[in-house]
Antibody
Framework: QVQLLQSGSEVKKPGSSVRVSCKASGGSFNSYAITWVRQASGQGLEWMGGIIPNFGTANYAQKFQGKVTITADKSTNIVYMELSSLRSDDTAIYYC????????????WGQGTLVTVSS | EIVMTQSPATLSVSPGERATLSCRASQSVNSNLAWYQQKPGQAPRLLIYGASTRAAGVPARFSGSGSGTEFTLTISSLQSEDFAVYYCQQYNNWLAWTFGQGTKVEIK
């Protein structure tokens, strides 16, 4: 089972961008689906999008089209999630998570990265 | 996009009692449904996948049922560690997944 380690907390200004990384180990990174899930304080889980590193093309939830970019670096087993045009309501914990395929349940979760957007 | 609707939003249950949580999909997801448990300050934990298969290490008091658009998670006899928020998630479409809004199971 793959283990996921995310980068640390970030504080950003409104209008800027943030990039969060997710390093995978212990599994077949290239064939897994790595996805991103957002959770604002006291709120539910929101699926943002995902990528299968072997294929390289990401899929995004409608809400996040044009807002988020997910990429994978197969040489380092790292998936990146970049969120642009940050607003205060983007303040949340961002989790990366993995599934064995694109039509599979989420078996592993990263520890979460808190992104705070504040002027 | 498939919309997942969970009910109730909050369920108040006494320890030892049975809890039944519902999840409805806006269109068929076959049996491509998972349930997760989340406790404060923690990442979610997989409980059920394939609508009814318990994940490794999940106690037998947790069971899942349903297919198509209607799903149920049952906790047969609530233990103190089961008070948490539960989410359903469909993974039927290729990387176009969605979560329900969650059901909070609280102590009555």
């Amino acid at each position: 089972q793959v283990q996921l380690l995310q980068s640390g907390s970030e504080v950003k200004k409104p209008g800027s961008s943030v990039r969060v990384s997710c390093k995978a180990s212990g599994g077949s990174f290239n064939s897994y689906a790595i996805t991103w899930v957002r959770q604002a304080s006291g709120q539910g889980l929101e699926w943002m999008g995902g990528i299968i590193p072997n294929f390289g093309t990401a899929n995004y939830a409608q809400k996040f089209q044009g807002k988020v970019t997910i990429t994978a670096d197969k040489s380092t087993n790292i998936v990146y999630m970049e969120l642009s045009s940050l607003r205060s309501d983007d303040t949340a914990i961002y989790y990366c998570a993995s599934a064995e395929t694109s039509v599979s349940w989420i078996a592993s979760w990263g520890q979460g990265t808190l992104v705070t957007v504040s002027s | 996009e498939i919309v997942m609707t969970q009910s109730p939003a909050t369920l108040s249950v006494s320890p030892g009692e049975r809890a039944t949580l519902s999840c409805r999909a806006s269109q068929s997801v076959n049996s491509n449904l998972a349930w997760y448990q989340q406790k404060p300050g923690q990442a979610p934990r997989l409980l059920i996948y394939g609508a009814s298969t318990r994940a490794a290490g999940v106690p037998a008091r947790f069971s899942g049922s349903g297919s198509g658009t209607e799903f149920t998670l049952t906790i047969s006899s609530l233990q103190s560690e089961d008070f948490a928020v539960y989410y359903c998630q469909q993974y039927n479409n290729w990387l176009a997944w969605t979560f329900g809004q969650g059901t909070k199971v609280e102590i009555k």
